[in-house]
């Protein structure tokens, strides 16, 4: 049996790994136009779980869990906040959106952009996670694992009997619940690598793929929605499998400084890229380029417009940030 653990008294470099990779992750969604053709669900369609475990372990981690909402307004409502008034702005000055159709869709997603919905999911989770710390605390694991089961079994049937909205749904946390305990487990015991996880990670997958390219319909067991394999029975593999995998991957590259300092960087400014990205795709269209009929160049310019204003806004938007903070 072999267990990776985490620094859960200082800072941990395989955390910063797991937030650069999922924001390029983010960079690759929204950009990439095949992507039920490269098993993108299997990959790199988890990004807002590895978000949310490494939100849940920083929240588990400590001893006592508090909700800070000073903080959480200041550097994730705010920024975000900004960026939809500035967006508002751009796309009334320079793109074809009246100002009516901009306040819908503005109204109906809760923002404008691709990924508008995360700061609500987490949001959500600064509120959810003490709470459940304090179930946590009460429980032994499998006593845990028990309840988290019934609550994400039972909103996946409660949903379906009621049959709920799924532009509603796209809003709410309640998909990603499992995950706190997934991360306090990883806070608690690490990541164990037996049989016992290898195989609960491979049924995990094979959910994941089933949810992804055969399910049509299963409810009442499990609500009908377009975030397929964003549920419960899939996230084991996401937390334990997948990850074991990306810590084999980064012992490997960890001994090159530069690609340390890279993805500290990146880590250090993913929600800033991640803010930057939402904006940019929604202000500039893939058709709308000066290349006349040429669309592979059109798409390929597109590309690399989203990810190098994105990547290099996002780092010195998030360098300025903390400069004003000390």
């Known amino acids: 049996m072999k267990t990776i653990t985490f620094n859960s008294n200082g800072h941990d470099d395989f955390i910063d790994f797991i937030k650069a990779y999922a924001i390029i992750c983010v960079l690759f969604g929204h950009t990439f136009l095949w992507l039920g053709r490269v098993g993108y669900a299997v990959w790199a369609g988890m990004q807002v779980p590895l978000f949310l475990l490494v939100q849940t372990f920083h929240c588990y981690k400590k001893e006592k869990q508090s909700l800070k909402l000073g903080k959480i307004i200041r550097r994730v409502l705010l920024p975000f906040l900004f960026v939809e008034v500035l967006t508002f702005i751009l796309a009334l000055l320079f793109t074809d959106f009246t100002s009516n159709e901009l306040v819908t869709k503005l109204l109906s997603g809760w923002g404008l952009g691709p990924g508008a919905y995360y700061p609500w999911i987490y949001l959500q989770a600064a509120l959810l996670l003490p709470l459940f710390g304090l179930l946590l605390r009460s429980c032994n694991k499998t006593t845990a694992l028990i309840l988290f089961l019934l609550i994400c079994e039972g909103f996946e049937v409660l949903f379906s009997v009621v049959d709920f909205p799924d532009r509603i749904y796209r809003l709410l946390c309640v998909r990603y619940i499992f995950l706190f305990y997934l991360g306090w487990l990883w806070v608690k015991d690490g990541i ?41 029975p899939c996230y084991f593999f996401v937390a334990n499998g997948f990850i074991s995998l990306l810590h084999a991957l980064w012992q490997w590259i960890r001994k090159r400084e530069w690609i340390r300092r890279i993805t500290k960087t990146l880590a250090t400014a993913s929600y800033e890229i991640f803010l930057l990205q939402m904006m940019l795709i929604f202000l500039i269209k893939k058709n709308g380029l000066p290349f006349g009929s040429f669309k592979i160049v059109q798409y390929i310019t597109w590309v690399l417009l989203i990810w190098g204003l994105s990547i290099s806004g996002g780092i010195i938007w998030n360098k300025i940030a903390i400069k004003n903070r000390h």
């Open 192 to 232: 164990c690598i037996n049989w016992v996880t290898i195989l609960l990670s491979i049924l995990s997958l094979a959910s994941i793929l089933y949810f992804e390219y055969i399910s049509a319909n299963d409810e009442p067991w499990f609500y009908t929605t377009s975030w397929k394999y964003h549920r419960w």
